[in-house]
């Protein structure tokens, strides 16, 4: 695989998946846009790491929630590396809290729908103008799309399943443009998602579950990011790839 030369953003850039994506990325030859909302720290060290490795890149704060946000962020890489962004990633988002339906106002669905769902939008609107035939979107789904999440997730699975309808729409809108389009699908992956919001024995009783009997790591995502991103899937668009050890597959 090899992204010399192209111009790279990765929203939620900063840490976990999105981190070991911005990592992979760099390592591949591109310059690396990676986008973090409310720790600069987080982006500060996931920059330093891209360097020290002898990458190329830029951190830059921005809401991916908000329209004008999401605009500046692409003038920034812009101004960084050039007008043709050539890859996104849409890795921002969240569960934000395990609500059941008697627990959930509007205000809280709205807020997890806005995280998941519209920054997506927002950031297809914003790039999509700026990205060359060739170009490849990679969205963040989540097998909580296909099976419905845990307890308390629904606002969560149902915003990750309108990523994984959009995906396919995007792909049948852009692929005449030359642009591909597709989602990749964690299953339990080792990160402060679930160090957060899925307790010990959950996370044991699913690796007990999984074929390959244990959970996925970051690296493991963002290899297959820098796959569809790369013209090794030259050929690939509209998929919702699953990455979950067996758990569930099409």
């Known amino acids: 695989m090899d ?45 330093r790491q891209i360097k020290d490795a002898g990458g190329n890149g830029i951190a830059v704060r921005a809401d991916v929630t908000n329209w004008d946000e999401c605009h500046q962020l692409v003038s920034k890489a812009q101004e960084a590396f050039g007008q043709e962004i050539h890859c996104l990633v849409n890795n921002a988002g969240g569960l934000v809290a395990r609500k059941t339906l008697a627990e959930m106002d509007v205000a809280f669905w709205d807020k997890v729908m806005d995280l998941n769902l519209k920054s997506v939008f927002i950031m ?84 007990g579950k999984t074929p390959l009997r244990r959970e996925g790591s970051a690296a493991e995502v963002a290899n297959l990011v820098a796959c569809l991103l790369s013209d090794d899937s030259s050929f690939v668009t509209g998929n919702n790839v699953d990455i979950n050890g067996g758990l569930a597959f099409s």
Do not use: W
């Not at 976990?16 to 846009?33: E, F, K, P, T």
């Not at 297809?124 to 990679?138: D, R």
């Not at 992956?189 to 024995?201: E, P, Q, R, V, Y």
């Open 3 to 47: 992204l010399t030369g192209k111009t790279a953003i990765v929203t939620g850039g900063a840490r976990d998946i999105g981190r070991a994506i911005s990592l992979r990325l760099a390592q591949l030859g591109a310059n690396v846009v990676v986008n973090y909302h409310s720790s600069q720290s987080d982006g500060d060290e996931t920059l």
């Open 124 to 207: 297809h609107k914003a790039v999509v103008p700026h990205m060359p035939s060739g170009g490849s979107i990679v969205n963040l789904s989540s097998q909580a799309a296909r099976d419905g999440g845990g307890g308390g997730s629904a606002a969560y699975s149902t915003s990750k399943g309108a990523v994984t309808t959009f995906t396919r729409s995007m792909a049948k809108e852009l692929g005449p443009d030359g642009i591909r389009v597709n989602a990749v699908c964690p299953g339990m992956i080792a990160t402060t998602f679930h160090d957060t919001f899925t307790t010990d024995n959950i996370r044991e009783a699913v690796a």
